[in-house]
């Protein structure tokens, strides 16, 4: 039971390329999120999926895009990479009335942006 | 709108004394506050949460924290700290409302240095 799993866990991108992050989980939960931290930020909400073929934005979507194909699997993509986006991504499943009722977040993807 | 505001960018502490992680909110609507930990290059670690009900919570490793309404506070406390308790700690908020569901709000973090 691997719980919630990001890859890859480090990447550096020049400005202009693209990449995309998976976030995999096991434990059947429908929502997933992606945050970012950034030192003195917490974490702020990109965009989030309350079920297979949905998604939303949050608090900071703009320069990122997602897709929710399984239910699973959860992928952030750059399409154009930003030194302003260098930051520590976090992907967080969430089922209601679970057992803690809170979000599990996986290890992190440390992106850097040259 | 939500937020959460944690005033100490650093707390540091002698191991064996308490430990104290202020955390005030604002919210328009009933909340629900949650403490997390992060220790260095690791992700997120639940602690407690505090839905409804009894307004002091007990968590995870000694860890508690008190609801108060009138001050719109969630203080994390230890009462008695140690040196493994450094780390980054995030209070965090949300609506569970059908719009924010399991969305959560997060203070921007304390870290938390408890010295031998």
């Known amino acids: 039971n691997a719980g919630v799993t990001q890859t890859p866990k480090f990447r550096v991108l020049k400005t202009g390329q693209s990449m995309t992050l998976l976030c995999a989980q096991d434990?059947?939960?429908?929502?997933m999120y992606w945050y970012r931290q950034d030192p003195g930020m917490g974490l702020r909400l990109i965009h989030y999926?309350?079920?297979?073929?949905?998604?939303a934005k949050g608090e900071v979507p703009d320069g990122y895009n997602v897709s929710r194909l399984k239910k699973q699997n959860f992928l952030l993509g750059l399409e154009s990479a930003a030194p302003s986006q260098t930051s520590v991504y976090f992907c967080?499943?969430?089922?209601?009335?679970?057992?803690?009722?809170?979000?599990?977040f996986g290890p992190g993807t440390r992106l850097t942006v040259l | 709108a939500q937020s959460v505001a944690q005033p100490e960018d650093q707390v540091n502490v002698a191991e064996g004394n308490p430990l104290t992680v202020k955390c005030t909110y604002s919210?328009?609507?009933?909340?629900?506050l949650f403490w997390y930990v992060q220790y260095p290059n690791r992700g997120l670690q639940f602690l407690l949460k505090?839905?409804?009900?009894?307004?002091l919570v007990k968590g995870s490793y000694g860890f508690e924290a008190e609801f108060n309404k009138s001050q719109t506070s969630f203080h994390l406390k230890k009462p008695s700290a140690l040196v493994s308790d450094s780390a980054l700690y995030f209070c965090?908020?949300?609506?569970?409302?059908?719009?924010?569901?399991?969305?959560?709000?997060f203070g921007a973090g304390t870290q938390v240095v408890v010295t031998p």
């Open positions: 505090y839905i409804t009900g009894d307004n």
């Open positions: 919210v328009s609507g009933n909340p629900y």
């Open positions: 999926s309350v079920g297979e073929g949905t998604t």
């Open positions: 434990m059947n939960h429908e929502y």
């Open positions: 967080a499943t969430f089922s209601p009335g679970g057992r803690t009722d809170t979000q599990y």
């Open positions: 965090a908020v949300s609506l569970m409302t059908t719009d924010s569901w399991g969305k959560l709000q």
